[in-house]
């Protein structure tokens, strides 16, 4: 028997699975989950070199970044999903919080 190893950007194929790949990572509440989602993103999407390129940012950043020790400011963040072509939105969370109008 053969074995194959697994790796999620092989099954990234579409905007449509990636949007849910990365809601899903969102909606864990871990950052490494999100780092590594955004990381696989990447790779399906063309690399790291790639991304670095689109972003201008340094491409060891990169790595360092999207890594479990990973953490990058909102602004890097934003970039980084605007280099992958997307963006982040806000909706409403189905379980009320305490502070309400």
Do not use: C, W
Request: glycine share 6%; no cysteine; hydrophobic share 35%.
């Amino acid at each position: 028997m053969t074995t194959v190893p697994y790796s999620s950007s092989d099954y990234l194929k579409t905007d449509e699975d990636i949007i849910e790949y990365l809601n899903a990572a969102v909606e864990d509440g871990d950052n490494s989950v999100l780092l590594l989602a955004m990381r696989n993103v990447a790779m399906a999407k063309g690399g790291i070199a790639k991304l670095a390129d689109i972003t201008g940012l340094n491409r060891e950043s990169l790595y360092k970044t999207l890594s479990e020790q990973g953490n990058p400011h909102y602004d890097t963040l934003s970039l980084i999903m605007r280099g992958l072509g997307f963006r982040f939105t806000v909706t409403p969370n189905s379980e009320r919080s305490s502070l309400t109008a």
